[in-house]
């Protein structure tokens, strides 16, 4: 059975196209991190984004498509419902607000 990191690997070589208008691409591998509300900052996991999908959790999520704004890309799904939304840092990183507190997703390079 292939590791975590070979599947990555053939993700990131299967996806070389650039998500259509944005000028910065976000496709890539990350490492997400949980800032609790305290402060603690743990990993959570790898996430894929591909122009097509996004891969976290063993889960994969189908993007129709990427509607970005000041600082922020938001993927949306066939209907135009929003599926997730990223602010985007000035050093590329993402972050995400959710009820269990701040996700911040680093690029890394395979």
Known sequence: MPSMQSLIRIALVMSLTL????????????????????????????????????????????????????????ALDQEGNRIVRFEILENGDLTQDTPAGKLTFKRFDL
């Open 19 to 74: 998500i259509a208008g944005c000028d910065n691409s976000i496709v890539g591998a990350y490492k997400a991190t949980m800032e609790s509300e305290g402060g603690q900052a743990r990993t959570v996991g790898i996430a894929v984004i591909q122009e097509g999908n996004i891969s976290a959790d063993g889960q994969d999520v189908k993007v129709s498509s990427w509607s970005r704004e000041s600082g922020s890309i938001t």
